[in-house]
């Protein structure tokens, strides 16, 4: 194989979801290998979302947990889920776009759960994988005309909802950190577009970033407040 041809397969690959993920399993291979990923020292230590630390200064706890699991059925649900909706999301918004996308649904999971679960100690992909999902909603209502992407897009809704009516009967699910994610997944796929699907009008894609960036400020002041009081 040429190199032509192999930059073509490489481009054309979901290389960007099989990086987080391989990233992923290395971390619980870590956390394993240091204890065991159910010791919260061992998930402090590697980044697990805990309030009293982010209040202390450690905001990058925040983004780590997308990185994070709990238990071994944890990582492979969202392994699974991150492997199969990520490739397909990855191939509609594109690599930099998809690659933005997940972090920041991440991002705003665990913002919303920060503020609304501030005795909690959460990790998971699940908030950024909630945010792919997200993203799919907006494109079947940007998109509605288009019969393919508004099926899919009918499926996910069923999909969120449905996940969503199971985390409120479940114990030790952050349904706040999943509810955060798909909102802000939604918001990010209208601020960042989708270029493979045609174009996104601008007044879309500018009430999406600045909505999402107040919203994000808002929840961050909000969980601060709480902390502090």
């Known amino acids: 194989m040429n190199y032509a041809n192999w930059r073509s397969r490489f481009q054309n690959s979901a290389y960007v979801t099989n990086g987080i993920l391989a990233v992923t ?14 010791n919260t020292e061992v998930l402090i230590a590697y980044g697990a979302r805990a309030n009293p630390l982010i209040l202390y200064g450690q905001w990058w706890r925040l983004i780590t947990p997308v ?7 944890h990582i492979l649900m969202n392994g699974f889920s991150l ?12 690599h930099w776009r998809f690659f933005l996308l997940y972090f920041i649904s991440g991002f705003a999971g665990n913002v919303a759960s920060f503020a609304f679960s501030p005795n909690t100690l959460a990790a998971g992909a699940s908030t950024a994988i909630f945010g792919l999902l997200g993203a799919c909603l907006m494109l079947g209502d940007t998109y509605r005309d288009n019969p393919v992407i508004r099926q899919l897009s009918r499926q996910f809704l069923l999909l969120v909802v449905l996940n969503l009516a199971f985390n409120l009967f479940s114990s030790g699910v952050d349904i706040y950190g999943h509810i955060g994610g798909v909102l802000g997944g939604f918001l990010a796929a209208g601020m960042l577009g989708a270029p493979a699907l ?7 894609r500018v009430a999406s970033a600045v909505t999402l960036i107040f ?4 929840l961050i002041l909000f969980g601060i407040q709480r902390g502090i009081v």
């Open 25 to 38: 399993i290395l971390v619980f291979i870590l956390e394993t290998l240091s204890g065991g990923s159910t």
């Open 215 to 218: 919203g994000l400020v808002a």
């Open 83 to 94: 492997y199969f909706l990520g490739e397909m999301t990855e191939r509609l918004f594109g």
């Open 67 to 73: 990185f994070v699991h709990i238990g071994l059925t």
């Open 198 to 204: 045609g174009r996104m009008g601008t007044v879309r």
